[in-house]
């Protein structure tokens, strides 16, 4: 199961969380499996059959008033048995005090406790998008990943057969590079997959007998993107004339990534081969097929259709 530690809620600078430590230092190395948020509810009455170890715990306005209501000793006894289920934070909203007997039993069980300026809502939405994003089963892929008609191609294939070439020319004739030599592969729920670059070599490109390029200082933001959805995989192979390559693409092949099926074309190289051409009318064919229009399809349909109204000739068996 993938997990992420809490502190790393504390390091997190894009999301915006705002947190601040308030106990439960020492339950920072605990573990958050769930991305989804739960808020106590009927714990905070006793019932904790519906908590989920791992999971964060919000409290809002509602529940830290509640809480102070009841005074310290029945505060101290409901918190620490939602701490016993293993929770594996609480963060408090809107900069509301905890009271003491919430500071005092997450030190004691080290469940680190938290506060946030944040509106509740505001807090649950950026909460779930960052687990959301860290606990997506991912992957890497040696290859390319280009923006070509707003079409996500992964292009892969052996070491030296040309990709970042035929990436270097898509981007001259407009298309955008997201992804050069390792492409990161994230999975969001239930089967879309989304490819991104490294931190350390995005919006580089390494040509053979150039060296390394930054594609967004030659040709502008324009030229890039950060990530993108990932809709076909293009393997580039080396030309065999004893192979029998698809020339109807009626039967379509697929490519799994993180048991993700995705359409597969496999593009011999040769000399005089005009690869990139290739892969844009890749790209534009699988816009007409969101559309519904399978050319291949069609045509196989017209040509049985002809075949069928043509008569066959006739035999004589007399002879």
Request: proline fraction near 5%; include cysteine.
């Amino acid at each position: 199961m993938l997990s992420i530690e809490v502190s790393e809620l504390l390091k997190d600078k894009e999301a915006h969380l705002d947190l601040t430590l308030v106990a439960g230092k020492k339950g920072l190395h605990k573990k958050i499996n769930i991305p989804r948020i739960q808020k106590p509810g009927l714990a905070l009455i006793g019932d904790t059959s519906k908590l989920h170890p791992g999971r964060v715990q919000v409290l809002g306005k509602s529940e830290i008033t509640y809480l102070k209501s009841l005074g310290e000793a029945k505060t101290k006894e409901i918190i620490g048995k939602i701490c016993k289920v293993e929770v594996a934070c609480f963060i408090v909203t809107r900069d509301n005090e905890a009271p003491k007997a919430i500071i005092s039993e997450t030190n004691k069980h080290q469940i680190p406790l938290f506060k946030t300026p944040l509106l509740t809502s505001t807090l649950i939405n950026r909460v779930t998008r960052f687990l959301e994003d860290r606990l997506t089963a991912s992957s890497q892929v040696h290859g390319v990943l280009m923006d070509v008609y707003g079409v996500g191609i992964l292009i892969i294939g052996k070491s030296g057969i040309g990709k970042s070439e035929c990436a270097l020319d898509l981007v001259l004739r407009g298309h955008r590079l997201v992804a050069d030599d390792v492409v990161e592969i994230k999975k969001k729920p239930p089967a879309t997959l989304y490819g991104m670059g490294s931190e350390l070599i995005e919006h580089h490109m390494e040509i053979r007998g150039l060296g390394i390029i930054n594609i967004k200082d030659l040709f502008g933001v324009a030229a890039i993107r950060d990530r993108k959805l990932v809709d076909i995989v293009v393997e580039l192979v080396e030309w065999n004339p004893e192979y029998e390559y698809d020339r109807l693409g009626i039967d379509e092949h697929k490519y799994t990534i993180l048991e993700v099926p995705l359409p597969y074309l496999k593009i011999p190289v040769s000399p005089g081969r005009n690869v990139t051409t290739i892969i844009e009318v890749a790209a534009r064919n699988n816009l007409l097929k969101q559309r519904g229009k399978y050319s291949s399809k069609e045509f196989d349909e017209k040509l049985k259709g002809v075949l069928l109204k043509t008569p066959l000739p006739e035999i004589d068996i007399t002879e």
